[in-house]
């Protein structure tokens, strides 16, 4: 029996021909105002997670390795695209452990540098199959509505649980759903697997993002790459916050006008159940992302489990 | 013989059907925050005159009507998608006589409404040839290549008549020029056809670049609808003042140091012969663009050489 590469270097691989790929992205040299900000981008330090996440679904269906590709590259430049954008609005100033293009250089440079973005998606995916264009364009359009209710969620204390699930289904989880799908629609025209991978892809989202948030309270800094408690410190919505404000209205803002320290918050969410719901909260999406995986074969689900263990795990 | 309405009223006819059509794209009531200033950009009041080229090229073809339509509007939302980027980049307060999207709003705002229009202009030619949707993003590219240019141009003096022509050709023309181009390749399959296509729409813009810049000097502010002199006093590159420079530097810088009034602009291009030299491009650029209608037959071309006139004459 042949032995199985760790899948560590499987995912190496797939990061390294995905690499390769946006490198081989023909871009002109002039005007440097808009070619030069795009390349720093597509040079950054990204995980690439998206892209290998449309090649693992589109092995399993054997789609054709250069459509895949093209698929691949095409969401995680949409991706990037938004980053872009959203670190402008959102005045973000680093992205990938590099200053952010509106910081390293200006704003009017950082738009014009994602709408370049934006249009080498589609240009890479052009010929791809009508269907396709249309879940790119539903998904890219779900991308802006989460990106609008996340700004209009800033500074409003009525937002619900509920909201902020709507919120982070569109800003973030569909463009995982999207990878999921994409990677099915290319080796096979059923709308139902795609959906039921889009599914898997959205509920990892939701799952990893409300993790992130548990993570920034009960996690280390280590894997997280930012100090805990700075989010809900900041005043962000979190899925905590949201829970504690939702369930424990007058407690919880008595509480954030005394205390400030990790310590505390941990405390308040573990003795107020905060905690325990969030756990739940994450395995219940976690379970459904699983659920969107029983479409395929079990004996083809590995590469899929392992990757959704990678993520939530955070050992990418 | 039937009498033919004036090709003003074709033109109001067209108008009122791409209105129609524009105000039934569907549009979600909530994120406001995203679809607010979206609905505010496709109430304003553009000409429209590139969705109305897309309807005269594609009548000529005899292409489908409904096709034609998808083409029109999603060209439209490409146009007001650039405005709406453009106006923050080169921070413009007014658009269509009302506050730009920006200055209503703010830049996060205008950024992500500009991006939805750029996604609805995607959706609306899903399902159109996959060359339509090549040029699509080939023009795409090339109008924010111009943009660029536009902003590496801003206080360079080195800027020669030639870098500026390929300037307005991708920031301005070559959108026109894919209005023209759709127009017939909905109807015909033809790329020759739809390349001298092309060439019409491009050339038809440079024309009308360069004679704006003309007219800012020689035309009534009734009908440029900005106060004479406004971009050359503003220093920035116009026709006029690239031809100056590039041929008169010396007399030019000392000119500029000394005068301000449209009297002494007048005279001082009259003078050098620019005021001549720039008619003369101008010409060039019209029957350049005539040429590109050659390859209708004559009989069906009444309507494009009435465009022309029009557009040139600004009697839209």
Not at 129 to 135: G, L
């Amino acid at each position: 029996m042949k032995a199985t590469k760790p899948f560590s270097d499987h995912i190496q691989f797939l990061k390294n021909e995905i690499e390769n790929a946006i490198h081989q992205i023909p871009l002109e040299k002039t005007p440097a105002y808009f070619y030069d900000p795009i390349k720093y981008v597509l040079n950054g330090k990204g995980k690439r997670f998206r892209p290998i996440l449309v090649h693992l679904v589109g092995d399993v269906y054997s789609s054709a390795p250069e459509k895949i590709m093209k698929a691949a590259i095409s969401v995680e430049l949409l991706h990037n695209f938004s980053l872009v954008h959203d670190d402008i609005m959102d005045e973000d100033d680093v992205r990938h452990g590099q200053p952010s293009v509106h910081k390293k250089w200006d704003n009017a440079t950082a738009t014009l540098a994602g709408d370049g973005l934006f249009v080498l998606s589609h240009s890479i995916i052009t010929g791809l199959s009508k269907y396709i264009h249309q879940r790119f364009n539903e998904v890219t359009l779900a991308i802006c509505e989460g990106q609008g209710m996340d700004k209009e969620f800033e500074n409003d204390d009525s937002i619900t649980m509920g909201n902020y699930l709507v919120m982070i289904g569109k800003k973030t989880g569909a463009l995982l759903g999207l990878c999921a799908e994409l990677g099915s629609l290319i080796g096979n025209d059923s709308k139902s697997d795609g959906h039921q991978l889009f599914e898997y892809g959205l509920n990892l989202g939701l799952a990893f993002q409300i993790q992130d948030d548990y993570l920034e309270i009960y996690g280390d800094e280590s894997t997280m790459g930012k100090s805990l408690g700075s989010d809900i410190r900041a005043g962000k919505q979190t899925a905590l916050s949201i829970l504690a404000r939702e369930n424990h209205r007058d407690k919880w803002l008595e509480f954030i006008q005394k205390n400030d320290s990790i310590s505390a918050y941990k405390a308040f969410f573990e003795s107020n159940g905060i905690k325990a719901e969030t756990e739940t909260i994450i395995q219940h999406y976690i379970q459904k992302a699983q659920d969107g995986l029983n479409v395929i074969p079990e004996r083809n689900r590995a590469h899929l489990n392992q990757f959704t263990t990678m993520i939530l795990n955070r050992t990418y």
